[in-house]
T-cell receptor, first 113, second 114 residues
């Protein structure tokens, strides 16, 4: 079936550097793409989303880029901080499929002080 | 915060016993979801609901059933629990279609089947 996946299982960065987490998706009919952050023992926490008709969206220290041509999604975190250490998931939602929210496998971000 | 409460938060049960997890929300959200998350893995959709008494299967629905008799409650039942169903279960809600940034998750229910 359709799925969302990630390229890198673990990413280690130095505090203050920028982080880039990548995701590949396969459902071209998805309407929204979402990035979640999950800390140990907690539920996923919304970071930022992007509609399928957009290429880029910026939030506070985070930017999501969507390349529909190659079905690729990325999350950029500027000036990474120790508090950013977590597992990051991309997800997609298809409004024509009962608003099913499908997750990728996750990338662990480790920030070195 | 959609006022999502999952219960129980932790449970240990024996193989072959029935188990019901409850997701309760206070915001009148239309859509509700049940996911399971296994160590080192992402969240996999078990079942979801798009309204009262309207439910559908996700990618890992075998061994699970759900019910939604009222907007605020979405129940997940393991009819006969197996060790492979040891996992963390997350409930999520979405108020309406056409948005991505209003999906909220509960804090999880840790289920151990021995």
């Amino acid at each position: 079936g359709e799925s969302v996946g990630l390229h890198l299982p673990t990413l280690s960065v130095q505090e203050g550097d920028n982080s880039i987490i990548n995701c590949a998706y396969s459902n071209s009919a998805s309407d929204y793409f979402i990035w979640y952050k999950q800390e140990s023992g907690k539920g996923p926490q919304f970071i930022i989303d992007i509609r399928s008709n957009m290429d880029k969206r910026q939030g506070q220290r985070v930017t999501v880029l969507l390349n529909k041509t190659v079905k690729h999604l990325s999350l950029q975190i500027a000036a990474t901080q120790p508090g950013d250490s977590a597992v990051y998931f991309c997800a997609e939602i298809d409004n024509n499929a009962g608003n099913m929210l499908t997750f990728g496998g996750g990338t662990r971000l480790m920030v070195k002080p | 915060d959609a006022g999502i409460t999952q219960s129980p938060r932790h449970k240990v049960t024996e193989t072959g016993t029935p188990v019901t997890l409850r997701c309760h929300q206070t915001e009148n959200h239309r859509y509700m979801y049940w996911y399971r998350q296994d160590p080192g893995h992402g969240l996999r959709l078990i079942h979801y609901s798009y309204g009262v008494k309207d439910t559908d299967k996700g990618e890992v629905s075998d061994g699970y059933s759900v019910s939604r008799s009222k907007t605020e409650d979405f129940l997940l039942t393991l009819e006969s629990a197996t060790s492979s169903q040891t996992s963390v279960y997350f409930c999520a809600t979405l108020p309406r279609a056409g948005t991505g940034n209003t999906i909220y998750f509960g804090e999880g229910s840790w289920l151990t089947v021995v």
